[in-house]
């Protein structure tokens, strides 16, 4: 059951009616609406892309080419579009296999403090901005079945996010800790936050919460969701908690089972 409430309101701030509509939809009508906002949702994702270098291209065409300072410029415009389609287009076939039903993990037994470190290190190495990264890992080696390719995107889509939305100066926190039977990853940042009405939304496909910023820093809107599949054929959880203005923390959980092994270290 659905329902759509409409609030009617006075100019002055009264709020002098409701009217509530409700819907019954069945579980097949909700796949063929997620299917076609989907669909719709590519198709604008692709499309606005492709309008910019459009135009960007036909300016250079009847002229602008020839001009050193514009020229550039335009190309910079057109080559940015191009390499966020191919991001978006990589993103939508990693989602269409994640969505076959014989998608499979290629599991294998890991250390996960190094895993995590090792992630954490190249984006140290590369980051351009002034952030500063803390760790608070597990300080002995954890072992779980991972699929290590598919962990690792995880990260790089939650720790990218992290560092998109962290300001000048700001720090983040890498955390790792066991909890019954599960071990809990987490990303802290102390960037702009997420209303609270939209913390479980990150997690659908194409759900920005600022969509013209958002697209500017280059994301396609599909890495958590992304993330979210992963996890979940890893068995586990993904979950958010911010608060506005001070930062966000982005956390999953594992399945652990501590063997009798891990004890005689
Ligand atoms: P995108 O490619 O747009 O980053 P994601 O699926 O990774 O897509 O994230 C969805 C949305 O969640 C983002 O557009 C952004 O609005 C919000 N978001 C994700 N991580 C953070 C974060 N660390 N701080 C603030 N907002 C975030």
Redesign the pocket.
């Known amino acids: 059951l659905r329902a759509n409430i409409s609030v009617i309101q006075k100019e002055t701030g009264f709020v002098n009616g409701l009217i509530a509509v409700l819907h019954d939809i069945t579980e097949q009508e909700k796949i063929d609406m997620e299917r076609r906002e989907f669909v719709a949702n590519v198709s604008h994702e692709l499309r606005t892309p492709l309008t910019t270098m459009r135009s960007y291209v036909e300016a250079l065409a009847e002229g602008a080419w020839k001009d050193e300072e514009i020229a550039p410029n335009f190309l910079e415009v057109t080559q940015n579009e191009t390499e966020r389609m191919i991001r978006l287009v990589n993103d939508l076939l990693q989602l269409s296999k994640l969505d076959s039903k014989d998608y499979q993990l290629t599991t294998e037994w890991v250390d996960f403090v190094q895993f995590y470190s090792r992630i954490i290190d190249r984006f140290e190495l590369a980051k351009e901005q002034n952030v500063r990264f803390e760790r608070k890992l597990l300080d002995q080696a954890t072992f779980v079945e991972i699929d290590p390719d598919k962990l690792t995107q995880v990260l790089d889509?939650?720790i990218?996010?992290?560092l998109?939305?962290?300001p000048e100066g700001g720090k983040i926190t890498f955390k790792m800790v066991e909890e019954e039977e599960m071990i809990i990853i987490s990303?802290s940042?102390e960037?702009?936050?997420?209303p609270k009405d939209?913390l479980e939304k990150?997690?659908e496909?194409?759900?920005?919460?600022?969509?013209a910023?958002?697209?500017k820093?280059?994301?396609?809107?599909?890495?958590?969701?992304?993330?979210k599949e992963m996890v979940e054929a890893h068995g586990g959880k993904i979950w958010?908690r911010?608060v506005e203005g001070k930062?966000?923390t982005?956390s999953f959980s594992l399945p652990y089972l501590q063997t009798e092994e891990d004890d005689w270290s």
Do not use: E, M, Q
Not at 191 to 194: E, M, W
Not at 205 to 211: I, T
Not at 217 to 227: F, K, P, S, V, Y
């Open positions: 889509n939650i990218s996010n992290a998109k939305y962290s990303v940042d960037g702009v936050g997420i939209n990150i997690f496909r194409f759900y920005r919460v600022d969509k910023r958002t697209r820093l280059g994301g396609t809107g599909l890495g958590l969701a992304i993330a958010a911010s930062g966000t982005v």
